[in-house]
Protein backbone atom coordinates (compact mmCIF):
# COMPACT_ATOMS: atom_id res chain seq x y z
CA UNK A 1 0.00 0.00 0.00
CA UNK A 2 1.70 3.54 -1.17
CA UNK A 3 1.42 6.56 0.71
CA UNK A 4 -1.49 7.45 -1.60
CA UNK A 5 -3.37 4.89 -0.96
CA UNK A 6 -2.96 5.14 2.80
CA UNK A 7 -4.40 8.46 2.79
CA UNK A 8 -7.40 7.67 0.61
CA UNK A 9 -7.83 4.66 3.23
CA UNK A 10 -7.56 7.19 6.33
CA UNK A 11 -10.08 9.74 4.75
CA UNK A 12 -12.91 6.66 3.85
CA UNK A 13 -12.09 6.14 7.84
CA UNK A 14 -12.90 9.89 8.50
CA UNK A 15 -16.18 9.72 6.34
CA UNK A 16 -17.48 6.62 8.40
CA UNK A 17 -17.23 8.92 11.91
CA UNK A 18 -17.81 12.07 10.11
CA UNK A 19 -14.65 13.58 11.12
CA UNK A 20 -13.44 16.14 8.87
CA UNK A 21 -9.84 16.63 9.58
CA UNK A 22 -7.70 14.16 11.43
CA UNK A 23 -4.35 14.87 13.55
CA UNK A 24 -1.82 12.43 13.67
CA UNK A 25 1.24 13.89 15.86
CA UNK A 26 4.92 11.97 16.26
CA UNK A 27 4.25 10.42 19.94
CA UNK A 28 3.30 7.62 21.46
CA UNK A 29 1.11 6.78 25.02
CA UNK A 30 3.96 8.03 26.73
CA UNK A 31 5.12 11.44 24.95
CA UNK A 32 8.44 10.01 23.92
CA UNK A 33 10.43 11.73 21.19
CA UNK A 34 11.25 8.41 19.65
CA UNK A 35 8.53 6.13 19.45
CA UNK A 36 8.79 2.27 19.09
CA UNK A 37 7.23 1.13 15.86
CA UNK A 38 4.18 0.29 16.97
CA UNK A 39 3.56 3.78 17.47
CA UNK A 40 5.09 4.98 14.15
CA UNK A 41 1.77 6.35 12.71
CA UNK A 42 2.61 9.49 11.26
CA UNK A 43 5.99 7.75 9.72
CA UNK A 44 3.90 5.14 8.36
CA UNK A 45 1.21 7.66 6.65
CA UNK A 46 3.05 10.10 5.32
CA UNK A 47 6.44 8.25 4.48
CA UNK A 48 8.19 11.35 6.03
CA UNK A 49 10.68 9.79 9.19
CA UNK A 50 11.91 12.94 10.96
CA UNK A 51 11.67 12.57 14.47
CA UNK A 52 9.64 15.60 14.49
CA UNK A 53 6.37 16.88 12.74
CA UNK A 54 2.17 17.11 12.83
CA UNK A 55 0.18 15.18 9.73
CA UNK A 56 -3.48 16.61 9.12
CA UNK A 57 -5.44 15.17 6.62
CA UNK A 58 -9.13 16.48 5.61
CA UNK A 59 -11.15 15.43 2.29
CA UNK A 60 -9.32 17.47 -0.14
CA UNK A 61 -5.41 18.42 1.63
CA UNK A 62 -3.01 16.95 3.59
CA UNK A 63 -0.14 18.36 4.84
CA UNK A 64 2.97 17.74 7.32
CA UNK A 65 3.79 20.33 9.67
CA UNK A 66 7.77 20.59 10.77
CA UNK A 67 10.57 22.85 11.60
CA UNK A 68 13.15 23.99 9.89
CA UNK A 69 15.80 20.61 10.47
CA UNK A 70 13.36 18.90 8.44
CA UNK A 71 12.63 21.10 5.29
CA UNK A 72 15.21 19.32 3.06
CA UNK A 73 13.85 15.91 3.83
CA UNK A 74 10.84 16.90 4.14
CA UNK A 75 10.48 18.14 0.19
CA UNK A 76 12.58 14.63 -0.45
CA UNK A 77 10.53 12.20 1.29
CA UNK A 78 6.51 13.98 0.66
CA UNK A 79 7.59 14.19 -2.93
CA UNK A 80 4.74 12.96 -4.95
CA UNK A 81 2.19 11.68 -1.61
CA UNK A 82 0.03 14.23 -1.92
CA UNK A 83 1.35 15.53 1.23
CA UNK A 84 2.47 19.09 1.12
CA UNK A 85 5.01 20.29 3.64
CA UNK A 86 3.86 22.82 5.62
CA UNK A 87 7.45 24.81 7.18
CA UNK A 88 6.81 26.26 10.37
CA UNK A 89 8.82 29.96 11.41
CA UNK A 90 9.05 29.25 14.33
CA UNK A 91 10.65 25.51 15.79
CA UNK A 92 8.17 23.24 18.40
CA UNK A 93 5.46 26.14 18.07
CA UNK A 94 2.08 24.64 16.93
CA UNK A 95 1.51 26.47 14.23
CA UNK A 96 -1.02 23.61 12.79
CA UNK A 97 -3.56 24.71 15.05
CA UNK A 98 -3.64 27.98 13.98
CA UNK A 99 -4.15 26.23 10.51
CA UNK A 100 -7.11 24.25 11.77
CA UNK A 101 -8.96 27.41 13.31
CA UNK A 102 -8.60 29.12 10.13
CA UNK A 103 -10.12 25.82 7.86
CA UNK A 104 -12.56 24.05 9.51
CA UNK A 105 -16.14 25.52 10.32
CA UNK A 106 -18.94 25.34 12.91
CA UNK A 107 -20.34 21.87 13.46
CA UNK A 108 -17.71 20.13 12.18
CA UNK A 109 -15.02 17.36 13.83
CA UNK A 110 -11.01 17.09 14.46
CA UNK A 111 -10.46 13.71 15.05
CA UNK A 112 -7.25 11.98 16.45
CA UNK A 113 -6.02 9.27 18.62
CA UNK A 114 -6.72 10.33 22.53
CA UNK A 115 -4.07 7.84 23.28
CA UNK A 116 -0.96 9.52 21.88
CA UNK A 117 -1.92 12.94 22.28
CA UNK A 118 -1.65 15.19 25.77
CA UNK A 119 -3.43 16.78 27.90
CA UNK A 120 -1.64 19.83 27.47
CA UNK A 121 -1.95 19.66 23.69
CA UNK A 122 -5.66 18.95 23.50
CA UNK A 123 -6.30 21.71 25.72
CA UNK A 124 -4.52 24.07 23.17
CA UNK A 125 -6.39 22.66 20.84
CA UNK A 126 -9.93 22.86 22.73
CA UNK A 127 -8.67 26.64 23.24
CA UNK A 128 -8.48 27.38 19.62
CA UNK A 129 -11.40 25.41 18.15
CA UNK A 130 -13.97 25.65 20.58
CA UNK A 131 -14.79 29.45 20.19
CA UNK A 132 -15.13 28.26 16.29
CA UNK A 133 -17.92 25.90 17.42
CA UNK A 134 -15.47 22.57 16.08
CA UNK A 135 -15.83 19.75 18.32
CA UNK A 136 -12.91 17.43 18.83
CA UNK A 137 -13.13 13.45 18.74
CA UNK A 138 -10.59 11.23 20.40
CA UNK A 139 -11.86 8.10 20.27
CA UNK A 140 -10.31 6.06 17.06
CA UNK A 141 -7.01 5.14 15.83
CA UNK A 142 -8.22 5.74 12.72
CA UNK A 143 -5.60 3.17 11.02
CA UNK A 144 -6.70 -0.02 12.98
CA UNK A 145 -8.41 -1.63 10.11
CA UNK A 146 -6.04 -0.54 7.33
CA UNK A 147 -2.72 -1.15 8.85
CA UNK A 148 -2.84 -4.70 8.74
CA UNK A 149 1.01 -5.32 9.07
CA UNK A 150 1.11 -2.90 12.60
CA UNK A 151 4.38 -3.70 14.73
CA UNK A 152 3.52 -5.36 18.31
CA UNK A 153 4.00 -3.85 21.44
CA UNK A 154 7.42 -4.51 22.30
CA UNK A 155 8.62 -6.30 25.24
CA UNK A 156 12.28 -6.05 25.46
CA UNK A 157 14.07 -7.90 28.56
CA UNK A 158 14.06 -5.65 31.83
CA UNK A 159 17.15 -5.32 33.78
CA UNK A 160 18.48 -3.93 36.67
CA UNK A 161 20.26 -1.05 36.85
CA UNK A 162 23.21 -1.23 39.36
CA UNK A 163 23.28 1.31 42.19
CA UNK A 164 27.53 1.66 41.23
CA UNK A 165 26.09 3.17 38.24
CA UNK A 166 23.18 4.98 39.14
CA UNK A 167 24.70 6.53 42.54
CA UNK A 168 21.25 6.25 43.91
CA UNK A 169 18.98 3.67 45.02
CA UNK A 170 15.27 2.91 44.29
CA UNK A 171 14.35 2.94 47.67
CA UNK A 172 15.77 6.56 48.15
CA UNK A 173 14.52 7.71 44.83
CA UNK A 174 10.60 6.73 46.24
CA UNK A 175 11.31 8.06 49.09
CA UNK A 176 12.21 11.47 47.42
CA UNK A 177 9.03 11.14 45.40
CA UNK A 178 7.29 10.34 48.69
CA UNK A 179 8.32 13.70 50.16
CA UNK A 180 7.99 15.25 47.39
CA UNK A 181 4.03 14.08 47.82
CA UNK A 182 3.85 15.31 51.81
CA UNK A 183 5.16 18.61 50.38
CA UNK A 184 2.53 18.96 47.92
CA UNK A 185 -0.46 17.77 49.82
CA UNK A 186 -1.30 15.04 47.73
CA UNK A 187 -1.84 11.62 47.49
CA UNK A 188 0.15 9.65 44.93
CA UNK A 189 1.64 10.80 41.60
CA UNK A 190 1.38 9.02 37.83
CA UNK A 191 3.90 8.99 36.20
CA UNK A 192 3.86 8.67 32.54
CA UNK A 193 7.45 9.32 30.73
CA UNK A 194 9.30 6.57 29.99
CA UNK A 195 12.91 7.69 31.00
CA UNK A 196 11.56 8.83 34.27
CA UNK A 197 10.31 5.62 34.88
CA UNK A 198 13.51 3.26 34.15
CA UNK A 199 15.68 7.00 36.41
CA UNK A 200 12.90 6.15 39.59
CA UNK A 201 12.93 1.99 39.60
CA UNK A 202 16.81 1.64 38.71
CA UNK A 203 15.94 -0.63 35.84
CA UNK A 204 16.78 -0.43 32.29
CA UNK A 205 15.68 -2.09 28.82
CA UNK A 206 15.41 -2.13 25.10
CA UNK A 207 11.55 -1.20 23.90
CA UNK A 208 12.98 1.66 21.87
CA UNK A 209 15.81 1.94 19.50
CA UNK A 210 18.63 3.95 21.24
CA UNK A 211 17.00 4.62 24.61
CA UNK A 212 17.10 2.03 27.55
CA UNK A 213 13.44 2.02 28.62
CA UNK A 214 10.68 -0.10 28.80
CA UNK A 215 6.97 0.67 27.91
CA UNK A 216 5.78 0.95 31.81
CA UNK A 217 3.19 3.13 33.79
CA UNK A 218 4.44 3.95 37.60
CA UNK A 219 1.80 5.15 40.48
CA UNK A 220 3.37 6.25 43.08
CA UNK A 221 1.45 6.39 46.67
CA UNK A 222 2.50 7.24 50.04
CA UNK A 223 2.44 3.54 50.78
CA UNK A 224 3.61 1.65 47.48
CA UNK A 225 3.92 1.79 43.94
CA UNK A 226 2.35 -0.16 40.98
CA UNK A 227 4.53 -0.44 37.98
CA UNK A 228 2.28 -1.46 34.75
CA UNK A 229 4.94 -3.55 32.95
CA UNK A 230 3.91 -6.82 33.13
CA UNK A 231 5.01 -9.98 35.99
CA UNK A 232 6.27 -11.99 32.91
CA UNK A 233 8.79 -9.53 31.53
CA UNK A 234 10.93 -9.13 35.39
CA UNK A 235 12.84 -12.16 36.48
CA UNK A 236 12.44 -13.31 39.84
CA UNK A 237 15.98 -11.75 41.29
CA UNK A 238 14.37 -8.14 40.29
CA UNK A 239 11.19 -9.07 40.97
CA UNK A 240 11.94 -10.01 44.78
CA UNK A 241 14.07 -6.85 44.80
CA UNK A 242 10.90 -4.35 43.45
CA UNK A 243 8.85 -6.24 46.44
CA UNK A 244 11.45 -5.27 49.11
CA UNK A 245 10.88 -1.99 47.89
CA UNK A 246 7.35 -2.18 47.68
CA UNK A 247 7.10 -1.74 43.81
CA UNK A 248 3.89 -3.86 43.21
CA UNK A 249 3.84 -5.45 39.57
CA UNK A 250 0.84 -5.70 37.39
CA UNK A 251 0.45 -5.67 33.70
CA UNK A 252 0.55 -3.03 31.12
CA UNK A 253 -2.83 -2.60 30.24
CA UNK A 254 -4.06 -2.91 33.99
CA UNK A 255 -2.98 0.56 34.58
CA UNK A 256 -6.60 2.15 33.10
CA UNK A 257 -8.31 0.14 35.63
CA UNK A 258 -6.40 1.39 38.00
CA UNK A 259 -7.12 4.77 37.28
CA UNK A 260 -10.82 4.10 36.77
CA UNK A 261 -10.54 2.52 40.18
CA UNK A 262 -8.73 5.37 41.98
CA UNK A 263 -10.37 6.46 45.44
CA UNK A 264 -12.47 9.64 45.00
CA UNK A 265 -11.09 10.65 48.11
CA UNK A 266 -7.80 10.58 47.34
CA UNK A 267 -5.85 13.22 45.34
CA UNK A 268 -3.70 12.54 42.26
CA UNK A 269 -0.74 14.17 40.92
CA UNK A 270 -0.97 14.13 36.99
CA UNK A 271 1.14 15.87 34.71
CA UNK A 272 -0.51 17.32 31.64
CA UNK A 273 2.40 17.48 29.10
CA UNK A 274 2.77 13.50 29.37
CA UNK A 275 -0.53 12.69 30.40
CA UNK A 276 -2.85 11.11 28.09
CA UNK A 277 -6.04 13.01 26.91
CA UNK A 278 -7.71 9.61 26.97
CA UNK A 279 -6.40 8.94 30.66
CA UNK A 280 -7.79 12.34 31.17
CA UNK A 281 -11.58 11.09 30.24
CA UNK A 282 -11.04 7.85 32.21
CA UNK A 283 -10.17 10.15 35.42
CA UNK A 284 -13.28 12.18 35.20
CA UNK A 285 -14.86 13.11 38.19
CA UNK A 286 -11.73 11.94 40.14
CA UNK A 287 -9.72 14.93 42.76
CA UNK A 288 -6.59 15.50 40.60
CA UNK A 289 -3.57 18.12 40.71
CA UNK A 290 -1.74 19.14 37.22
CA UNK A 291 1.90 19.85 38.16
CA UNK A 292 4.86 18.71 36.39
CA UNK A 293 6.09 15.81 37.16
CA UNK A 294 9.00 16.11 40.42
CA UNK A 295 11.16 12.95 38.68
CA UNK A 296 12.11 16.01 35.84
CA UNK A 297 13.93 17.82 37.99
CA UNK A 298 15.37 15.02 40.00
CA UNK A 299 16.53 13.32 37.00
CA UNK A 300 18.48 15.99 35.33
CA UNK A 301 20.66 16.81 38.04
CA UNK A 302 22.81 14.10 38.29
CA UNK A 303 24.73 12.80 41.24
CA UNK A 304 28.38 12.48 41.95
CA UNK A 305 28.79 9.13 40.76
CA UNK A 306 26.70 10.23 37.55
CA UNK A 307 29.07 12.78 36.82
CA UNK A 308 32.11 10.46 37.89
CA UNK A 309 31.07 8.12 35.27
CA UNK A 310 30.25 10.73 32.37
CA UNK A 311 34.24 11.90 32.50
CA UNK A 312 35.20 8.68 32.05
CA UNK A 313 32.89 7.92 29.27
CA UNK A 314 33.56 10.32 27.59
CA UNK A 315 37.50 9.17 27.49
CA UNK A 316 36.48 5.80 25.94
CA UNK A 317 33.99 7.19 23.47
CA UNK A 318 36.90 9.85 22.35
CA UNK A 319 39.39 7.01 21.69
CA UNK A 320 36.23 4.81 19.45
CA UNK A 321 35.81 8.23 17.48
CA UNK A 322 39.91 8.39 16.95
CA UNK A 323 39.70 4.89 15.49
CA UNK A 324 36.96 6.11 12.96
CA UNK A 325 39.01 9.09 11.85
CA UNK A 326 42.37 7.29 11.39
CA UNK A 327 40.15 4.41 9.23
CA UNK A 328 38.74 7.35 7.08
CA UNK A 329 41.62 9.43 6.54
CA UNK A 330 43.63 6.45 5.59
CA UNK A 331 40.95 4.71 3.43
CA UNK A 332 40.41 7.65 1.72
CA UNK A 333 44.09 7.68 0.44
CA UNK A 334 42.99 5.07 -1.79
CA UNK A 335 39.77 4.38 -2.02
CA UNK A 336 36.28 6.27 -1.22
CA UNK A 337 34.01 5.31 1.43
CA UNK A 338 29.58 5.90 1.81
CA UNK A 339 28.39 7.61 4.57
CA UNK A 340 26.51 4.60 5.81
CA UNK A 341 30.24 3.00 6.07
CA UNK A 342 31.13 5.90 8.27
CA UNK A 343 28.45 5.34 10.72
CA UNK A 344 29.27 1.10 10.66
CA UNK A 345 32.50 1.79 11.66
CA UNK A 346 32.06 4.19 13.97
CA UNK A 347 29.58 1.79 15.65
CA UNK A 348 31.64 -0.79 15.51
CA UNK A 349 34.65 1.34 17.05
CA UNK A 350 32.34 2.23 19.46
CA UNK A 351 31.50 -1.46 20.31
CA UNK A 352 34.68 -2.49 20.84
CA UNK A 353 34.40 -0.22 24.14
CA UNK A 354 33.64 -2.10 28.02
CA UNK A 355 29.96 -1.29 28.44
CA UNK A 356 28.50 -0.04 25.49
CA UNK A 357 25.03 -0.85 24.58
CA UNK A 358 24.49 0.60 21.77
CA UNK A 359 23.79 4.22 19.65
CA UNK A 360 22.43 6.96 22.01
CA UNK A 361 20.45 8.18 18.44
CA UNK A 362 21.10 7.44 14.87
CA UNK A 363 24.56 9.26 13.64
CA UNK A 364 23.84 11.92 11.55
CA UNK A 365 26.69 11.49 8.23
CA UNK A 366 26.82 14.51 6.60
CA UNK A 367 29.10 14.75 3.29
CA UNK A 368 28.99 17.79 1.53
CA UNK A 369 25.67 18.92 0.92
CA UNK A 370 24.11 16.40 2.97
CA UNK A 371 25.52 18.10 6.26
CA UNK A 372 23.07 20.85 5.96
CA UNK A 373 20.50 18.70 6.11
CA UNK A 374 20.75 19.08 10.08
CA UNK A 375 18.73 15.99 10.98
CA UNK A 376 20.21 13.77 7.63
CA UNK A 377 19.94 9.80 8.10
CA UNK A 378 22.65 8.17 4.94
CA UNK A 379 20.29 5.58 3.46
CA UNK A 380 22.46 2.41 1.52
CA UNK A 381 20.50 2.73 -1.45
CA UNK A 382 21.14 6.79 -2.24
CA UNK A 383 23.82 7.78 0.57
CA UNK A 384 26.99 9.89 -0.49
CA UNK A 385 30.11 8.85 -1.49
CA UNK A 386 33.32 10.85 0.21
CA UNK A 387 36.47 10.86 -1.74
CA UNK A 388 39.77 12.94 -0.39
CA UNK A 389 37.64 16.70 -0.72
CA UNK A 390 35.19 18.49 1.21
CA UNK A 391 33.74 18.49 4.43
CA UNK A 392 32.23 15.93 6.70
CA UNK A 393 29.60 16.45 9.68
CA UNK A 394 29.45 14.19 11.88
CA UNK A 395 27.09 14.02 14.84
CA UNK A 396 26.60 10.65 16.66
CA UNK A 397 26.23 9.14 20.21
CA UNK A 398 26.75 6.08 22.23
CA UNK A 399 24.64 4.44 24.98
CA UNK A 400 27.20 3.18 27.66
CA UNK A 401 26.29 1.14 31.39
CA UNK A 402 28.35 4.39 32.40
CA UNK A 403 26.74 7.36 30.60
CA UNK A 404 25.16 8.67 27.55
CA UNK A 405 27.33 10.48 24.93
CA UNK A 406 26.77 13.19 22.35
CA UNK A 407 29.09 14.94 19.88
CA UNK A 408 29.39 16.32 16.76
CA UNK A 409 32.56 17.42 14.99
CA UNK A 410 32.69 18.49 11.12
CA UNK A 411 36.11 17.95 9.73
CA UNK A 412 37.97 18.69 6.36
CA UNK A 413 38.66 15.61 3.72
CA UNK A 414 41.21 17.65 1.42
CA UNK A 415 41.59 21.28 0.70
CA UNK A 416 38.80 24.21 2.07
CA UNK A 417 37.98 27.50 0.88
CA UNK A 418 38.15 30.86 2.58
CA UNK A 419 34.24 30.61 3.02
CA UNK A 420 34.36 27.23 5.00
CA UNK A 421 37.12 28.12 7.10
CA UNK A 422 35.18 31.15 8.17
CA UNK A 423 31.96 29.82 8.38
CA UNK A 424 33.61 27.05 10.59
CA UNK A 425 35.94 29.96 12.67
CA UNK A 426 32.21 32.08 13.52
CA UNK A 427 31.18 28.33 14.76
CA UNK A 428 33.59 27.66 16.80
CA UNK A 429 33.47 31.00 18.48
CA UNK A 430 29.98 30.83 19.17
CA UNK A 431 30.71 27.52 21.08
CA UNK A 432 33.81 28.80 22.95
CA UNK A 433 31.51 32.07 24.42
CA UNK A 434 28.88 29.66 25.82
CA UNK A 435 31.89 27.01 27.24
CA UNK A 436 33.58 30.15 28.89
CA UNK A 437 30.46 31.58 30.51
CA UNK A 438 30.01 32.45 34.03
CA UNK A 439 26.59 33.23 34.83
CA UNK A 440 24.48 33.86 38.37
CA UNK A 441 21.88 31.08 39.43
CA UNK A 442 19.06 31.90 38.02
CA UNK A 443 19.81 32.24 34.72
CA UNK A 444 18.08 30.26 31.85
CA UNK A 445 19.30 29.17 28.59
CA UNK A 446 17.68 31.48 26.76
CA UNK A 447 19.61 34.21 28.24
CA UNK A 448 22.83 32.28 27.08
CA UNK A 449 21.33 30.43 23.71
CA UNK A 450 22.84 34.21 22.67
CA UNK A 451 26.11 33.94 23.19
CA UNK A 452 26.64 31.04 20.86
CA UNK A 453 24.87 32.62 17.99
CA UNK A 454 26.28 36.43 18.64
CA UNK A 455 29.41 36.03 16.30
CA UNK A 456 27.36 34.40 13.30
CA UNK A 457 24.46 37.42 14.05
CA UNK A 458 27.11 39.84 13.73
CA UNK A 459 27.42 38.74 10.05
CA UNK A 460 23.64 37.84 8.95
CA UNK A 461 23.95 34.41 9.23
CA UNK A 462 22.08 32.22 11.87
CA UNK A 463 20.78 28.82 12.37
CA UNK A 464 17.56 27.13 12.80
CA UNK A 465 17.95 24.43 15.76
CA UNK A 466 18.06 24.98 19.57
CA UNK A 467 22.16 25.57 20.74
CA UNK A 468 21.24 22.81 23.35
CA UNK A 469 19.47 20.44 25.08
CA UNK A 470 19.83 18.03 28.23
CA UNK A 471 21.31 14.48 28.14
CA UNK A 472 20.72 11.47 30.75
CA UNK A 473 22.58 9.10 31.77
CA UNK A 474 22.21 6.04 30.30
CA UNK A 475 19.53 7.06 29.06
CA UNK A 476 17.30 9.59 26.09
CA UNK A 477 19.77 11.77 24.59
CA UNK A 478 17.02 14.33 24.67
CA UNK A 479 16.07 15.34 28.07
CA UNK A 480 14.57 18.09 29.71
CA UNK A 481 13.81 20.72 31.24
CA UNK A 482 16.70 22.68 30.75
CA UNK A 483 18.77 23.36 27.09
CA UNK A 484 19.78 26.61 25.41
CA UNK A 485 16.98 28.14 22.87
CA UNK A 486 16.53 31.66 21.83
CA UNK A 487 12.69 31.63 23.08
CA UNK A 488 11.76 31.52 26.64
CA UNK A 489 8.36 30.10 26.14
CA UNK A 490 9.90 26.92 25.80
CA UNK A 491 11.65 24.67 28.86
CA UNK A 492 14.88 24.64 27.21
CA UNK A 493 14.83 28.99 27.19
CA UNK A 494 13.45 29.42 30.45
CA UNK A 495 15.05 26.73 32.87
CA UNK A 496 17.34 27.93 34.72
CA UNK A 497 20.89 26.07 35.29
CA UNK A 498 21.75 24.30 37.97
CA UNK A 499 25.15 22.59 39.11
CA UNK A 500 24.99 18.97 38.02
CA UNK A 501 22.54 19.39 34.77
CA UNK A 502 24.31 18.06 31.50
CA UNK A 503 23.54 19.87 28.48
CA UNK A 504 24.97 20.06 24.99
CA UNK A 505 26.66 23.41 23.15
CA UNK A 506 26.09 22.81 20.07
CA UNK A 507 25.87 25.65 17.50
CA UNK A 508 26.14 25.09 13.76
CA UNK A 509 25.87 26.87 10.35
CA UNK A 510 24.32 25.47 6.93
CA UNK A 511 24.47 26.48 3.43
CA UNK A 512 21.93 24.62 1.41
CA UNK A 513 23.58 22.11 -1.01
CA UNK A 514 26.97 23.11 -0.18
CA UNK A 515 27.71 22.11 3.10
CA UNK A 516 26.82 21.79 6.89
CA UNK A 517 29.24 22.84 9.66
CA UNK A 518 28.27 21.76 13.53
CA UNK A 519 30.27 21.57 16.33
CA UNK A 520 29.25 19.83 19.78
CA UNK A 521 30.69 19.21 23.64
CA UNK A 522 28.61 18.01 26.46
CA UNK A 523 29.38 20.81 29.13
CA UNK A 524 28.95 20.64 32.69
CA UNK A 525 27.10 22.80 34.74
CA UNK A 526 29.03 23.84 38.41
CA UNK A 527 29.40 26.11 41.14
CA UNK A 528 31.63 28.99 40.34
CA UNK A 529 31.77 31.52 43.05
CA UNK A 530 30.22 33.53 45.34
CA UNK A 531 30.08 37.72 45.28
CA UNK A 532 28.16 40.59 46.52
CA UNK A 533 26.50 40.52 43.50
CA UNK A 534 25.71 36.66 44.08
CA UNK A 535 26.24 33.07 43.44
CA UNK A 536 27.91 32.71 39.86
CA UNK A 537 28.17 29.15 37.77
CA UNK A 538 29.90 28.12 34.86
CA UNK A 539 30.78 25.19 32.70
CA UNK A 540 32.32 22.29 32.96
CA UNK A 541 33.61 20.39 29.37
CA UNK A 542 33.34 17.06 29.22
CA UNK A 543 33.08 15.51 25.66
CA UNK A 544 36.88 15.08 24.43
CA UNK A 545 37.86 14.51 21.11
CA UNK A 546 40.03 17.63 18.83
CA UNK A 547 38.41 20.24 17.21
CA UNK A 548 39.30 20.26 13.21
CA UNK A 549 42.19 22.96 13.37
CA UNK A 550 42.38 22.49 9.58
CA UNK A 551 39.06 24.49 9.04
CA UNK A 552 40.00 27.45 11.47
CA UNK A 553 40.66 31.08 10.15
CA UNK A 554 43.27 31.72 12.79
CA UNK A 555 43.29 35.52 12.57
CA UNK A 556 39.23 35.15 13.64
CA UNK A 557 40.01 33.79 16.54
CA UNK A 558 41.41 36.01 19.72
CA UNK A 559 44.45 35.20 22.02
CA UNK A 560 41.63 34.36 24.83
CA UNK A 561 40.09 31.91 22.18
CA UNK A 562 43.48 30.12 21.23
CA UNK A 563 44.10 29.78 24.65
CA UNK A 564 40.80 28.19 25.08
CA UNK A 565 41.13 25.72 21.89
CA UNK A 566 44.73 24.84 23.36
CA UNK A 567 43.72 24.31 26.77
CA UNK A 568 40.77 22.18 25.57
CA UNK A 569 42.80 20.00 22.93
CA UNK A 570 45.65 19.24 26.09
CA UNK A 571 42.65 18.00 28.17
CA UNK A 572 41.54 15.70 25.51
CA UNK A 573 44.76 14.05 25.33
CA UNK A 574 44.97 14.07 29.02
CA UNK A 575 41.83 12.03 29.09
CA UNK A 576 42.45 9.71 25.78
CA UNK A 577 46.46 9.05 25.72
CA UNK A 578 46.48 6.59 28.68
CA UNK A 579 43.61 4.41 26.56
CA UNK A 580 45.69 4.54 23.47
CA UNK A 581 47.82 1.09 22.98
CA UNK A 582 49.09 1.94 19.79
CA UNK A 583 51.89 4.70 18.88
CA UNK A 584 50.18 5.48 15.72
CA UNK A 585 47.25 6.50 17.70
CA UNK A 586 49.28 8.46 20.14
CA UNK A 587 51.23 10.05 17.02
CA UNK A 588 47.54 10.82 15.24
CA UNK A 589 46.14 12.65 18.67
CA UNK A 590 49.05 14.42 19.17
CA UNK A 591 49.15 16.12 15.60
CA UNK A 592 45.46 17.20 16.14
CA UNK A 593 46.10 18.26 19.54
CA UNK A 594 49.23 20.48 18.48
CA UNK A 595 48.68 24.43 19.82
CA UNK A 596 47.44 27.02 17.28
Given amino acids: MNIPSRIEHLRAAMAQHNITAYLVPSSDPHQSEYVAPRWQTRTWLSGFTGSAGTLIVTNE ?17 LAGSGISLERQQVPHAPEHVDWLADNLAAGQQLGFDGRVVSLSQARLLERKLSPKGVKLNAKYDLTTNFWKDRP ?21 KLANIREWLNKTGVDAVLLVALDEIAWTLNIRAADVDFNPVCLSYLLVTKEQANWFVG ?14 DGVEIDDYSQVELALQNFPASQQLAVDPATLSYRF ?29 HFRNVMCKDGVALLRLFRWLEDTLKTTTVTEVEISERLAAFRGQQNLYKGESFPAIVGYNGNGAIIHYHAEPENCATLNASGILLLDSGGQYLDGTTDITRTVSLGDTTMEQRQHFTLVLKGMIALSKARFPKGTGGAQLDTLARQFLWQEGLNFGHGTGHGVGFFLNVHEGPQGFATSAVTSRGRTALQPGMVTSNEPGFYRTDHYGIRIENLILCVEDRSTDYGDFLRFETLTLFPIDRRLLQLDMLSEEERQWLNDYHQQVMAGILPLLKEDEERVWLRQHCQPV
Fill in 152 to 172: AIPRSDVFAFDIAYAGESRAD
Fill in 231 to 244: KDRIDPTLSAALKQ
Fill in 280 to 308: YELLAGKDLKEVGSPVVMMKTIKNETEIK
Fill in 61 to 77: DAGLWTDSRYFLQGEEQ
